[in-house]
């Protein structure tokens, strides 16, 4: 087995030529929407949150994060604790730029029997095997995004994936 090479830099340096950019809200949603993969967080009690990844539909209609579970599973008791976290992000490895998006909301069952069939309509579905009956949506009740550029790219607000 070949040992690897320590990288040319530690977490600490600044790397010359990039910057943090924090993202407007319009940009942060433009990015949930043109994605479908992240990760919800849920705290239960005094313990750590508990982040599960699942794939995604962002609603504009609602302006939330939506997905689907079934009953029994432990994605859909972890959002029955009603409030949530939700990230998604897009890197680039080989510049070292990248971006990412966190909401927090209120996270609730989707009941409404016309908004679950404008939701069906949609096309969304689950990637994990099961019926995943039960949609979830959490609400963009706090929207924040921090992009890392680089100083020289030509195309100011260019978005990574």
């Known amino acids: 087995m070949q040992r690897r090479e320590a990288p040319p830099t530690t977490p600490d340096e ?9 993202l407007s809200r319009e940009e942060c949603l433009w990015l949930l929407a043109t994605h479908h993969f992240g990760r919800v967080a849920v705290r239960l009690g ?28 432990k994605l859909y008791a972890l959002l ?16 070292r730029t990248g971006w990412s998006v966190i909401i927090q909301g209120m996270a609730e069952e989707i009941t409404n029997a016309a908004e679950l069939r404008r939701l069906e309509r949609s096309g969304f579905a689950p990637w994990a095997p099961g019926p ?13 995004g921090r992009r890392i550029v680089l100083d020289a790219d030509p195309i100011p607000g260019r978005y990574l994936g």
């Open 132 to 144: 995943k009956r039960h949609w979830v949506r959490i609400r963009t009740e706090t929207v924040s």
């Open 46 to 73: 005094d313990g750590p949150p508990a982040i599960r990844p699942v794939n995604y539909l962002f609603d504009r209609a609602s302006q939330a994060v939506v997905l689907r579970s079934d009953p029994g599973s």
């Open 14 to 22: 600044h790397r010359p030529g990039s910057e943090i950019r924090k």
């Open 80 to 95: 029955r604790a009603t409030r949530a976290a939700f990230e998604v992000d897009g890197v680039d490895d080989g510049s």
